[in-house]
T-cell receptor
Framework: GESVGLHLPTLSVQEGDNSIINCAYS??????FIWYKQESGKGPQFIID?????DKRQGQRVTVLLNKTVKHLSLQIAATQPGDSAVYFC???????????FGKGTSLLVTP | EAGVAQSPRYKIIEKRQSVAFWCNPI?????LYWYQQILGQGPKLLIQ????????DSQLPKDRFSAERLKGVDSTLKIQPAKLEDSAVYLC??????????????FGEGSRLTVL
């Protein structure tokens, strides 16, 4: 079936650098996407969302880019900090039930 | 504002035993979700409630899993009998409305189940 997936399972960046986490989706009917951050032993925490009528949305230190042509989503984190170390999931709105379909996640490790 | 509460945080059982997890969503949130997260994977939806009605339970293994939200607030998820592959973190989430325009799901910290 159609699914949401991530390009890289792990990403290591130095503190202060910018991070880019990528996500591919295959359901062309998806029109809503969310990025979640999950720290060890905790539930996922909302970071930022974007709807398909937009191609870019910015938050505090984070930017989400959506390319509908190639069905690609990315999360950019500016000036990455040690507290950003976590697993990041992209998720899409489901076609039924309105729940979210999560990808497998990318582990971000920030080194000093 | 209090978050989503779940209990127990950890549970260890032997296969073929039963287990129940409890969730109390954020006050006023109409929609409640149960997700299963196997180690190294993203959360997978098991069931979604809108108030006390089931919206989507297509991925719930109904031969062994059951869930209820009788009064439209708290919810319980039960597994009987448990299998080894049920070892996972069971996440409860809630949202204010539940439609695709809702946006944010608020997650609890999860209940970690180990089946031996």
């Amino acid at each position: 079936g159609e699914s949401v997936g991530l390009h890289l399972p792990t990403l290591s960046v130095q503190e202060g650098d910018n991070s880019i986490i990528n996500c591919a989706y295959s359901n062309s009917a998806s029109d809503y996407f969310i990025w979640y951050k999950q720290e060890s032993g905790k539930g996922p925490q909302f970071i930022i969302d974007i709807r398909s009528n937009m191609d870019k949305r910015q938050g505090q230190r984070v930017t989400v880019l959506l390319n509908k042509t190639v069905k690609h989503l990315s999360l950019q984190i500016a000036a990455t900090q040690p507290g950003d170390s976590a697993v990041y999931f992209c998720a899409e709105g489901s076609n039924s039930g309105y729940a979210l379909n999560f990808g497998k996640g990318t582990s971000l490790l920030v080194t000093p | 504002e209090a978050g989503v509460a779940q209990s127990p945080r950890y549970k260890i059982i032997e296969k073929r035993q039963s287990v129940a997890f409890w969730c109390n969503p954020i006050s006023g949130h109409a929609t409640l979700y149960w997700y299963q997260q196997i180690l190294g994977q993203g959360p997978k939806l098991l069931i979604q409630f809108q108030n006390n009605g089931v919206v989507d339970d297509s991925q719930l293994p109904k031969d062994r899993f059951s869930a209820e939200r009788l009064k439209g607030v708290d919810s319980t998820l039960k597994i009987q009998p448990a299998k080894l592959e049920d070892s996972a973190v069971y996440l409860c989430a809630s949202s204010l409305m539940g439609g695709r325009n809702t946006g944010e799901l608020f997650f609890g910290e999860g209940s970690r189940l180990t089946v031996l």
